[in-house]
């Protein structure tokens, strides 16, 4: 099993962690206009696009 030579600091752990990011989810505009979640059901025609 690896282990580390030494222990990891607490700046350089914080720098490692910075590019974990949740990403934005934006919403998507159907042809009839209305606004939906990407990868869901349009509640108005029913349609299922991702």
């Known amino acids: 099993m ?3 030579k030494r222990r990891v ?4 752990g914080l720098k490692r962690r ?4 949740i990403k ?3 919403p ?3 042809e009839d ?3 939906r979640m ?3 059901v349009n509640k108005n025609s ?3 696009k991702s």
Request: glycine share 8%; net charge positive.
């Open 9 to 12: 600091s607490r700046t350089q």
């Open 2 to 4: 690896a282990v580390p």
């Open 46 to 48: 029913g349609e299922y």
């Open 38 to 40: 990407p990868h869901r």
């Open 33 to 35: 206009g209305s606004w």
């Open 18 to 21: 910075t590019h974990y990011k």
């Open 24 to 26: 934005l989810v934006r």
């Open 28 to 30: 998507i505009k159907d």
